[in-house]
Nanobody, 124 residues
Framework: QVQLVESGGGLVQAGGSLRLSCAAS????????MGWFRQVPGKGRELIAA????????YYPDSVKDRFAISRDNAKNTVYLQMNSLKPEDTAVYYC?????????????????WGQGTQVTVSS
């Protein structure tokens, strides 16, 4: 049974930092592309970071590039999202997701395992 469990969300002031973690079980973690998505009420999920199976390649959209960093530790079956210089518009529920399908990192489709989400709130 695949399980992804996020942690590390919370309330932070604008300009602050948070580090999200996602622990995976039930999958051959090192075989999966991992991604972080976020969702605000009324909108679809937005891919904000992705990392290749060995951590060698990453992807970020312009909205978070140079502020967020994704990393993974395959020995711990964990993926991280370091978020710096947070803005109120970063407020969302953040989800980690796993994809076995080989595809371009910028592609947001094909993810077939999801965590339950963790709330990040950035106050102004």
């Amino acid at each position: 049974q695949v399980q992804l469990v996020e942690s590390g969300g919370g309330l932070v002031q604008a300009g602050g930092s948070l580090r999200l973690s996602c622990a995976a079980s039930g999958i051959s973690f090192s075989s999966y592309t991992m991604g972080w998505f976020r969702q605000v009420p009324g909108k679809g999920r937005e891919l904000i970071a992705a990392i290749s199976w060995n951590g060698g390649i990453t992807y970020y959209p312009d909205s978070v590039k140079d502020r967020f960093a994704i990393s993974r530790d395959n020995a711990k079956n964990t993926v991280y999202l370091q978020m710096n210089s947070l803005k109120p518009e970063d407020t969302a529920v953040y989800y980690c997701a796993a994809r076995r399908l080989v595809a371009a990192l910028r592609a947001d489709g094909g993810y077939n395992a999801w965590g339950q989400g963790t709330q990040v709130t950035v106050s102004s």
